[in-house]
């Protein structure tokens, strides 16, 4: 599996591909940032991330991609900025329908160090660790970028098996659920009467 990992930005929006699949050795195919001017007008910083991201899945076309769920900040304009890089990287890959994949930091840290609660340092040594790097990727936020595409490759393959298998399941056929079922027949009945 060949994973995008996107860690969004505006100013540095890192990028990251790795090649893998769980219980297996992971590959970095590549890695690096794509940039905008800070004091340029929103539209076009976003149109160059766009550009950028388009590149990126041009290049490397990746089987996914990974990008950092946008949690809540104390400063309004950074998350907004972080929102809007997040949907340009969705829009880029679902328009060449590519799955795309949101995970949180902590999931990412957890995934990546064991620990939820990881510090930036910790999570550059153990993606330069695990991807067998000469150096530390940098800025930071390459190496945010690879430690997503790494979460989802170790994460993201166990959800989509258990999502299959449920899929498959037949379904439950239990006393409770048909109980369940019937009550809730004549309720939605009397609300659709005229």
């Known amino acids: 599996m060949r994973v995008l ?3 969004p930005g505006l100013t540095r929006c890192g ?3 790795v090649d893998g699949a769980p219980g297996r050795p992971l590959k970095m195919a590549g890695v690096g940032v794509v940039r905008t001017p800070a004091d340029a007008e929103i539209g076009p910083r ?18 996914m991609v990974a990008v ?7 400063n309004v304009r950074t998350v907004m900025g972080t929102a809007q890089a997040s949907a340009v990287a969705m829009l880029c890959a679902t328009r060449r329908g590519i799955p795309v994949t949101l995970h949180t930091p902590s999931e990412v840290k957890a995934a990546v160090t064991g620990s939820g609660r990881a510090d930036k340092a910790q999570v550059t040594a153990m993606v330069t660790r695990l991807l067998r790097l000469d150096a530390p990727p940098k800025p930071a936020d390459a190496a945010d970028a690879l430690a997503l595409a790494i979460c989802h490759i170790w994460r993201g393959a166990a ?3 258990i999502a299959a298998a449920v899929a498959k399941a037949p379904p439950a056929r239990s006393a409770a659920a048909a109980a369940v079922r019937a009550a809730a027949r004549p309720a939605v009945r009397q609300e ?3």
């Open 5 to 7: 990992g996107v860690d």
């Open 15 to 17: 990028v990251g591909v």
């Open 46 to 63: 976003l149109l160059l991330v766009e550009q950028g991201i388009e590149a990126w899945l041009e290049e490397y076309r990746p089987d």
């Open 68 to 74: 950092e769920r946008v949690f809540a900040q104390h």
């Open 159 to 161: 959800a989509g098996r």
């Open 192 to 194: 659709h009467r005229p």
